[in-house]
């Protein structure tokens, strides 16, 4: 039998445990697109364990209430009927943009090596832990001893044979941390928990595994025996809390809740896929397509119309000192930006062939490829002395520190024609066109939409 020990204080003072396991509070009115005033509702009698009913389908109290006090953790002043508003439109959105785009782009926002499902269980079961944290708590206290740890009846032994069976010998070079078909198998023939708990009698290797980023499916392939105990215990903990919200509010409620969850991860990455809260260089097939279609006289007036967005240096006077010692040439550096004269501490401290010259480097023109040194100078303000810069030199070549004092900046607009302008100016424009595709279809899925909402749900 399993015995609990000290290194297993992992009962449900959930707060800090939330963000070790992905604990997001995404406010659904900034994930919303919410570029649609609300409509007029249809309000019908009450029906406490629903919300909503859009376009015939049920949306559950649950869901309204998780995102209204999620957001409320942002900006306390948000309304229950703000969050309604995100989630019908989130639901309209999703559902009409998964004919139009594939279920890897709609998960293109997200930054993290985590499988889809896994995801959703961590921000779902993060959810539901801020918001029932009490009521948590309650339940975990009326187990033995008040803890979790309680329903774990056995832990596996993680033997060697059995890890090298799923992850190889351990002197192998490992190129790639993912795991084969035969070696899911082998994985999850292998018990890291048994527990004592309906929703989960055997945490397999593989259960805990799939559930990691690469960061942690290292530590499954160096052998952590701790991290990869430590991993199935919060697994544990989230299928708890998932079967505890099922058997409170229903299956239903807690499926429609992580669908919600899911749309709001959706069209985040929608909203990135039209160009919102996106630069116009990120990657995206329906800027691209909107991009190519730009016509040049579209390119002409926006250039007209944004010059400023294509000002450019055109050339700058500058001078420089050469140094082979970095603390003499941060002792330079300090008289020059004390008042010394720049050109005469060229000539008296700079080992370089234009020292006499008082470092002067003449007129900089950006015709082309500039040298590192140029290059240096066009990045400085003018009037300003820079820090000593260690130069970029070959392995086998001296290291030297260059002081760069810029004394004119002569600055013009790239040339309309140019490459470079019709390329930052289509950008820019399919953005535009790509926000206001998506304001208008939302328009009218809003329009179309019927809408029936509890009257309860008006008024509190």
């Known amino acids: 039998m399993y015995r609990p020990g000290h290194n297993l204080q992992w009962s449900m003072r959930i707060t800090g445990y939330c963000l070790s396991v992905m604990c997001l ?15 007029k509702l249809n309000q019908i009698a009450q029906q406490p364990e629903l919300a909503v009913h859009l376009n015939g389908a049920p949306v559950y109290r649950l ?23 995100s989630i019908i439109n989130n639901r309209l959105l999703t559902d009409k943009m998964r004919s139009q785009f594939s279920d890897e782009e709609l998960q293109a926002s997200r930054r993290v090596a985590f499988e889809p499902d896994v995801m959703l269980d961590n921000q779902l079961s993060g959810y539901l ?11 975990i206290n009326k187990l033995p001893g008040g803890r979790l740890d309680a329903l774990i009846q056995e832990q596996g032994k993680l033997g060697e044979d059995e890890l090298n069976s799923v992850f190889g010998p351990r002197n192998r070079v490992i190129l790639d941390y ?13 018990t890291v928990l048994r527990c004592n708990f309906a929703a989960a009698t055997n945490i397999s290797l593989y259960d805990v595994f799939r559930r990691q980023n690469v960061q942690g499916r290292v530590e499954f392939f160096n052998r952590n025996r701790d991290f990869i105990r430590q991993q199935a ?6 299928l708890y809390v998932l079967d505890w919200a099922r058997l409170r509010f229903g299956e239903a409620a807690l499926k429609d809740l992580r669908q919600a969850v899911a749309e709001q991860n959706s069209v985040r990455a929608i909203k990135s896929l039209h160009g919102i809260g996106a630069d116009t260089d990120s990657e995206s097939r329906l800027l691209n397509q909107l991009a190519a279609e730009v016509k040049p006289k579209e390119v002409s007036a926006y250039f007209r119309n944004h010059k400023e967005e294509f000002k450019r240096i055109v050339s700058v006077r500058s001078r420089h000192i050469r140094l082979d010692n970095e603390a003499q040439a941060r002792q330079v550096a300090e008289l020059a930006r004390q008042g010394s004269n720049f050109a005469g501490l060229a000539q008296q401290y700079s080992t370089a062939a234009d020292a006499r010259q008082g470092g002067d480097m003449g007129m900089i023109v950006h015709n082309g490829q500039l040298s590192w040194l140029e290059q240096l100078a066009y990045m400085q303000e003018p009037g300003k002395v820079s820090a000593p810069i260690r130069a970029a030199v070959a392995p086998d070549e001296k290291a030297h520190w260059e002081i760069v004092l810029v004394e004119q900046r002569n600055e013009g607009y790239q040339d309309p024609a140019s490459e470079e302008v019709r390329y930052q100016a289509s950008r820019a424009l399919a953005q535009e066109k790509a926000i206001h595709q998506l304001s208008a279809l ?15 749900v008006l008024t509190n």
């Open 25 to 39: 509070t995404i406010s659904a009115a900034a994930v919303a697109v919410d570029i649609v005033p609300a409509t």
């Open 63 to 85: 869901t309204l209430d998780v995102l209204t006090q999620m957001a409320q953790l942002e900006k306390p002043k948000t309304r229950s009927t703000d969050i309604l508003d």
């Open 129 to 139: 832990r801020t918001v029932y944290l009490k009521d948590l708590e309650a339940a």
């Open 178 to 190: 993912t795991l084969g078909t035969a070696q899911q198998a082998a994985a999850a023939q292998v």
């Open 233 to 238: 215990q919060l697994y544990l903990a989230n």
């Open 442 to 456: 939302q328009a009218q899925l809003r329009k179309n939409a019927r809408i029936d909402v509890y009257k309860t």
